[in-house]
Structure formats: C-alpha cells, structure tokens
C-alpha cells in the first residue's frame, strides 16, 4: 500500500508537491482552504494535475482533493505545509487541534515559522509531534493554468531543520524518500536563515522597484534586474546572514553556492545568470507580489529581529527593511512575525539553543 502524505495548499507549491509526490507513488491527500478553493475548482473536479518539467512530464491523479482539513490529515504520518507565511499562523492553530502523536508536520519552506507550530502544539498540549522545515520550496515552479504546473528545477541541496534538534537524524531519515537532496542542519534558526527568497529576491525588488511598477510583469527579474549593483547589495546581505549564522556557531555557507547553474562561482551575479532557469522567470508585476509582501516582512524582517535581540549589527538588511515599508505603505517590522510570536523572546542565545535543541 502506498504512503499516505498530506500537502496542505493550492498554490505553486502545493501544486508541485502534490503532482511529483503522486507521480512518485505516494498517495497524496491534497487541502486547500475553502475560501480559495475556487482557485482549484478543475483539480477538485478531476483530480488531476498536469505536470512538465524537471521533475517528470505526466497527468497524475491524486488520491484525494479537498477542504475538510480533519480529513486531509487523518492516518498520514507526514504533512506538508506549502503555504505563504502569512498563513503559517493560521495553519498552526487549524493543525493543533487535529494533529496526533507520530505525525511530522513539515512547513516548506519555514523561515522560523515552524516555531510558531511547535509554540501553538505546545500551548495546546500536543505531544509527540514532531515539527521541521525546509530553506526553500523543494521546487522552483510557477502554475501553468487551472490544475498545471511547470517544474524548472529540484533544489538540491534542500536543508532541513526539526524542532527539536534532537529528533533530526531520524527526521531526516524518514524524510529522505520523499526528498532525497534534504541535508540536515543543527536548527531550524540555522534552517530558517539559509533561506534563499529573502536573500535574491528583496534587493531586486526594492532597487528595481520603478521598473516593476511599470513593466507590470513583463519583466525579467534575474536577466534584467539581477545587475551588478544588485548581485553587490545581494552580497552584502548574504554577509550580515552568515555574522548571525556565526554567532549560533553553525555552519554556513555563500548564497552563490546554493543557486545556479552549471559553474561554481562565489559570484551571486554570475551564479544567477549561469542558470538557464532563472532566465525564464518573469515578474513580479507590482509590490503585492510575494517577493515584497512575503519575503520582506515575513522573510528578512524576522532575521533582522533575532539579530537584534542576538546583539549582531545587520544595517544592509535593516535598510531594506525600513525602504520596503515605504513602498508597501504598511511597517513591515509590525506585519511579520515577531520573536514572540516564535515563542523565543527575552531568550539569551544559550536558552534559545537549548530550546532548540530539546524543546522545551
């Protein structure tokens, strides 16, 4: 009998799981929310999903389609959260309540945010769930149409924190079916800051901010923004990432290295333009893209957070922060997700890393 798994949402991410995981012979029970379902209305009807791309090219029939949540999760082991991070929140407080002993509940990707989950289980007096998240979507895909997904490429590696840090080996090994590149890192704090997206998407969006407004998605992003002042800014970003990353004491490495093509370069402008993959994308159309609205509030701005409270200067990121509120018209220090809503505030970094590691 085939692994049951579930892949709670409908967008790029939800779509891609759920076709490569179906393709590859789990049983896959697929949720999106009954607000949005509309949006998956040929899925719902036929379950089927057209995929193309790295990760094969088929139609695939996945097992279950729908909007009872309760469902979706029953008798599954593992649960994949490919929602935005607004909605982690959300998703944590839904799961608490229905989640059982011997599940793994993976957000993908977290940024932090499977702190939120473990907090909310936590609070509800969840026990013996376990709670991991990737850097980035396992993919990098964008929908194609109604029920169609074009995936460009497979990350890899694809890293993997678990809360806590001493269930990790055999997370991962339990995991690593369903994603063979996952490589485990020493927390989900290490986890969450080798995330990609705040890293090469907020300095493009900001420093090209007028021409995104007016090209409205006929643009692209990494051949025509992806400039040389850009990959320095991208630079020194990366930078102030890995300070923090040393502070923990845990391991890092350039962002140039984790994208890419075909040449290993500590260049992040000449990794980008060596990858055929990112000479496709387009877009964003206007700042309400989530490479504004999800990257710099929910993504940098929590990184940005922890530093502070860390005692570890990041100016490069703080900048893009404060002119990322100006051009959404909202604070992006309020919008995202503070350290207590991680359940960390006021932890010097010793508790935090012995929080991290047992749990508790």
């Known amino acids: ?206 420093l090209n901010a007028g021409r995104i407004e007016y090209a409205k998605g006929e643009f692209f992003f990494y051949t025509e923004g992806f400039t040389p002042c850009v990959a320095r800014t991208t630079e020194a970003i990366d930078k102030e990432r890995i300070a923090l990353l040393d502070s923990f004491g845990y391991e890092s490495d350039i962002v140039a290295h984790g994208v890419g093509g075909s040449v290993v370069t500590d260049d992040i402008g000449e990794a980008i333009a060596s990858d055929p993959n990112f000479a496709k994308i387009k877009g964003p159309a206007d700042t309400g893209n989530r490479y504004y609205a999800e990257d710099i509030p929910y993504g940098l701005a929590p990184w940005a957070k922890l530093a502070h409270a860390m005692g570890v200067g990041v100016p490069v990121i703080d900048s893009m922060i404060t002119i990322g509120s100006a051009l959404l018209g909202y604070d992006c220090w309020e919008k995202g997700h503070s350290l207590q809503d991680l359940g960390i505030e006021g932890m010097t970094k010793e508790r935090l890393k012995e929080y991290l590691e047992t749990g508790c």
Request: charged share 20%; net charge negative; glycine share 8%.
């Open 1 to 206: 009998m085939a692994l049951k798994v579930a892949v709670l949402g409908g967008g790029n991410g939800g779509h891609a799981a759920a076709a490569d995981l179906t393709n590859r012979g789990f049983c896959v029970h697929m949720y999106e929310d009954a607000r949005f379902a509309g949006n998956l209305q040929k899925v719902f009807e036929t379950h089927e999903i057209t995929m193309a791309g790295a990760a094969g090219n088929a139609v695939v029939k996945i097992d279950m389609v729908t909007s009872d949540l309760k469902e979706a999760v029953e008798d599954v082991e593992f649960i994949f959260v490919a929602v935005p991070a607004f909605a982690h929140d959300v998703y944590a407080d839904k799961l608490s309540d229905i989640v059982k002993p011997g599940q793994t509940v993976v957000v993908l990707p977290g940024t932090f945010d499977s702190l939120i989950f473990w907090k909310k289980f936590r609070e509800k007096g969840v026990k013996d769930v376990v709670v991991a998240e990737t850097n980035t979507l396992p993919y990098a895909t964008r929908l194609q149409g109604p029920g169609s997904t074009l995936i460009m490429s497979l990350f890899n590696p694809l890293k993997l924190g678990v809360m806590p840090a001493c269930k990790t080996q055999e997370t991962l090994e339990k995991l690593r079916p369903f994603y063979p590149a996952l490589e485990a890192v020493e927390s989900v704090i290490a986890c969450g800051l080798s995330s990609l997206n705040p890293i090469i998407h907020v300095p493009g969006c900001i």
